[in-house]
C-alpha cells in the first residue's frame, strides 16, 4: 500500500465508505431482485466480507468491489427472486381500499397497483433499467456503467420498459 493511500480498515474510513454507499448499493441490488430485505442482507453481508477483508482491499477500488459482490450474490439468488416477486405480486392484488375512502383514493389505488404489478410483470433487465433511471434518477451512461453493457442497451431496454408499462396501464 502507497503511504498516502488510507487503510480501509481504519474505522473512519470504513464508516466513510458505508456512508458513500449503502443507500445507492441497496437501490442497485432492490431494483434487481424486487424486495427490500434480499437487497438489505446482500449490501449488509458485502459491507460484513469488505470488513473481514479490509487489509487486501484498495480504498479506491472499494465502490467497484462492492457493486461486483452486490450483483453476484444476487445472481446466486435468483430462484429465491421469482418466487418473492410472485408473492408481492398476489399480495398487492390483496390490498383492498374500503368503501369509506373517497373514489379518487380508490382510483389512485388501482393506479398504484395496476402500476406497481406492471413493474413487477417487467424482465428483470428491464426492470432494473427503468428503476434506476427514474427511481434513483441515473443517466443512461451511469446505468450502463453499473450494469456494464453499452448506453445503447439501456436505451433499448428502458424503449421496451416503457413500451410494455403503456399497454399495460391502457394508454397512460
Known amino acids: 500500500m502507497k503511504e498516502n493511500e488510507k487503510s480501509l480498515c481504519e474505522s473512519k474510513v470504513f464508516e466513510e465508505v458505508y456512508k458513500t454507499n449503502v443507500t445507492a ?15 438489505e442482507d446482500i449490501v449488509q453481508d458485502c459491507f460484513m466480507k469488505i470488513w473481514k477483508n479490509c487489509s487486501n482491499i484498495i480504498v479506491t477500488t472499494v465502490k467497484a468491489l462492492l457493486y ?4 453476484n450474490s444476487f445472481l446466486n439468488m435468483v430462484s429465491h427472486k421469482k418466487v418473492v416477486l410472485q408473492h ?3 399480495s ?4 383492498r381500499v374500503t368503501n369509506e375512502n373517497p373514489e379518487f383514493l380508490l382510483e389512485e389505488q388501482e393506479f398504484l397497483i395496476k ?45 421496451n420498459a416503457l413500451k410494455q408499462l403503456r399497454k399495460k396501464i391502457e394508454g397512460i
Open 115 to 159: 402500476l406497481q404489478t406492471a413493474i413487477a410483470d417487467l424482465s428483470d433487465k428491464e426492470r432494473e433499467v427503468f428503476l434506476l433511471n427514474r427511481i434513483d434518477k441515473k443517466k443512461y451512461r451511469e446505468i450502463a456503467e453499473l450494469l456494464n453493457i453499452s448506453v445503447k442497451a439501456v436505451e433499448k431496454r428502458m424503449s
Open 68 to 71: 461486483k459482490m452486490a450483483s
Open 88 to 90: 408481492q405480486k398476489l
Open 25 to 39: 448499493l441497496r437501490n442497485f441490488v432492490y431494483y434487481k431482485s424486487g424486495d427490500i430485505d434480499v437487497a
Open 92 to 95: 398487492v392484488n390483496d390490498n
